[in-house]
């Protein structure tokens, strides 16, 4: 029994040892080339070899990987510390999983900080009157572009804003009424509300695509909603906005907070 049982032990620990096969690891890195193997965490002497240098080449390599040896590993792919630019989607389908004996791992390398960016590096900037900073961004005046966040030095900007601190209230709901986007009546209870004239007076004087740009940013019991401008009524307080929200405005307290942003007339943070 004892030669027995030794026999299926070893036979045993022989299958496991086959099965636990050391990872395969694909190193990313800034000075790295998406044409290299990704092997070596570093370039050789000869810079022929060496890491990869973006998400999407670490994804392709895998794929490449998967097709032609299989997964019968593990797969860590390992970021070196440092920026890696995004400049399209990166997207991770079905066929980029592992399995539960052999998953892909994606980490930073020990105390490395990799950082994932895809914003776009913005120049031109003039100081214009009142401290006012502008510039020319064509995409963005061609229509094909909007964003809503900057990063200046590496610190997240605040948008003009109005108030600066704290926030407005809203006086009621709009329950229903002629939806400035098509014309028809409609169920407005979450998307419109009556606010203070004084509160919203810098948006009487918007143009329609002025008006556009401004957000209306509500504050719900645990959460926030942002909305565009659909339109103001100067004379009734009116605000509409472009989209609604998951509930009604005003459905969890009676004084709803609020705030505008993006709007040049806003008072300087």
Not at 88 to 111: H, K, Q, R, W
Not at 144 to 164: C, D, H, I, M
Not at 225 to 242: C, D, K, P, Q, Y
């Amino acid at each position: 029994m004892r030669e027995g049982f030794g026999v299926v032990l070893t036979l045993l620990m022989l299958a496991v040892a086959v099965c636990a096969q050391p990872p395969v690891r694909l190193y990313i890195a800034p000075n790295g080339n998406d044409h290299w193997s990704g092997r070596l965490p570093r370039p050789n002497a000869s810079r022929t070899d060496g890491p990869l240098a973006t998400l999407q080449g670490a994804r392709n390599a895998v794929r490449r990987l998967k097709a032609t040896q299989g997964l019968r590993a593990p797969v860590h792919v390992l970021f070196a510390g440092g920026t890696y630019r995004i400049t399209e989607l990166v997207l991770f389908t079905p066929e980029d999983s592992g399995t539960s004996d052999a998953p892909i791992i994606y980490e930073a390398m020990p105390n490395a900080r990799p950082v994932f960016d895809g914003g776009k590096r913005i120049t031109g900037f003039r100081k214009g009157a009142n401290g006012i900073w502008t510039t020319v961004i064509p995409e963005v005046r061609a229509g094909k572009w909007y964003f809503e966040q900057l990063w200046v030095n590496g610190r997240r900007a605040t948008r003009a804003r109005s108030p600066n601190r704290f926030t407005y209230y809203m006086l009621s709901r709009i329950e229903e009424g002629i939806d400035p986007l098509t014309g028809q009546r409609a169920n407005l209870s979450n998307r419109a509300f009556i606010a203070r004239k004084e509160d919203i007076a810098p948006l009487f004087s918007l143009s329609p695509e002025q008006l556009r740009d401004v957000t209306v940013v509500v504050y719900h019991s645990w959460e926030i909603s942002r909305h565009r401008v659909a339109l103001v009524g100067a004379e009734t307080g009116a605000v509409i906005t472009t989209g609604g929200h998951t509930w009604r405005f005003l459905e969890w307290a009676p004084n709803q907070r609020y705030h505008l942003e993006n709007l040049l007339a806003a008072d300087p943070v």
